[in-house]
């Protein structure tokens, strides 16, 4: 039988909640399909900083490095923790040490959500630059606390990374409805943005079966409100990507169902899996948060690890339950309601 190891990091506030909630659906489904999962918890969050002064141990990036994949909650507890400590803390050096330089996040209506838009047939994946771009950290400031204070943030775009992200993007196209939108706003960026646009002009020749459109940042914001439908693959920067996926959350009926994969492609180092949704500390531990998203992101786990009927099934049982009216809605069912009909629904 094969054994996958996971590193398993709930996190903060709910995302111990929907993390012990997937992980359920996960061992259920694993059973069912013939393999097995060997979780290893590791206790890395706000807390954890509060007690030790660090988000992980120093060794923390070696540990993970020998698992299949990693399998994470949320992290951030801002009252306590400011963000910018707890994301350069540990998520962002997970994803620049492991080289996880592919964001994908699907967006699409699961079966008996109603989007803010009232609109279905869309089916979109969007893919952002993980690892550098406008999140790079190159910057500083000078003059700290003074009137002639000044800060500098300095977006960071290497041929090699442009390409690499542009590549995966026109493959994922390829192997779904054949169209690629890259997004910039190299009307605005005279340099990092036209060097993108230029870059993508060049390797479409390459994929003479994918259609290629490049959009502005802004028009394309307008686009996935006004014809979600029309849209396919959308690739982007670390900023731009970032932004989109929220309003592409937004669309499929909230951050609730927004999955997501953090992937090396080059499987030199474990992909990481998360919701999107955050931590939402006031309502942690109350049984209340909705864990289809981080059910959805341990399907996309599942399909990573070449578990393609088990992820398949996965989100299957999610869709079961969301036509069911459980969990359609923020707060109309518990997080155990909606882990236990998924679970009905996973057995077949």
């Known amino acids: 039988m094969t054994e996958y190891s996971l590193a398993v990091i709930p996190g903060d506030g709910i995302g111990v909640d929907v993390t012990d909630a997937a992980m359920t659906v996960l061992e259920a489904a694993a059973s069912r399909f013939g393999f097995s999962l060997a979780p290893t918890r590791f206790p890395w969050s706000c807390a954890h900083y509060h007690e030790t002064g660090a988000m992980m141990p120093e060794d923390g990036i070696e540990t993970l490095r020998g698992f299949d994949a990693i399998f994470l909650g949320a992290v951030g507890w ?31 209506l699961l079966q008996g959500i109603e989007g803010p838009l009232r609109t279905d047939g869309f089916d979109i994946l969007c893919i952002r630059e993980n690892t550098e771009g406008e999140y790079a950290g190159a910057g500083g400031r000078v003059h700290q606390g003074t009137a002639n204070e000044v800060a500098t943030e300095t977006s960071v775009f290497t041929r090699m990374g442009v390409e690499r992200i542009l590549r995966f993007a026109f493959g994922q196209a390829r192997a779904r409805r054949g169209h690629l939108t890259s997004v910039t706003k190299s009307n605005a960026q ?37 014809a979600p439908e029309t ?21 499929q009926g909230g951050l609730g169902f927004a999955a997501s ?24 531990g109350q049984g209340i948060a909705s864990p289809i998203a981080a059910i959805w992101s341990g399907a996309m786990m599942l399909d990573h690890l070449g578990e393609a009927e088990a992820a398949a099934a996965v989100l299957s049982a999610i869709e079961t339950a969301t036509g069911r009216g459980i969990g359609v809605r923020p707060g109309s069912h518990s997080t155990a309601e909606i882990t236990d009909t998924v679970l009905e629904a996973l057995k077949g």
């Open 261 to 284: 994969a953090n992937i090396n492609p080059d499987r030199t180092a474990p992909s990481m899996f998360e919701p999107v949704h955050g931590s939402a500390p006031d309502i942690a």
């Open 190 to 226: 005279q340099y990092s943005m036209v060097f993108w646009d230029e870059i993508t002009r060049a390797l479409a020749a390459e994929y003479p079966d994918v259609t290629v459109a490049q959009i502005h940042i802004d028009a394309m914001a307008a686009k996935m409100v006004m």
């Open 78 to 108: 801002p009252d306590t923790v400011p963000d910018a400590v707890s994301l350069h803390g540990l998520l962002l050096p997970i994803r620049k040490h492991f080289d996880q330089y592919a964001n994908v996040r699907p967006h699409r």
């Open 231 to 251: 849209l396919d693959v959308v690739v982007a920067s670390n900023l731009f990507g970032d932004i989109l996926t929220d309003l592409g959350a937004a669309i």
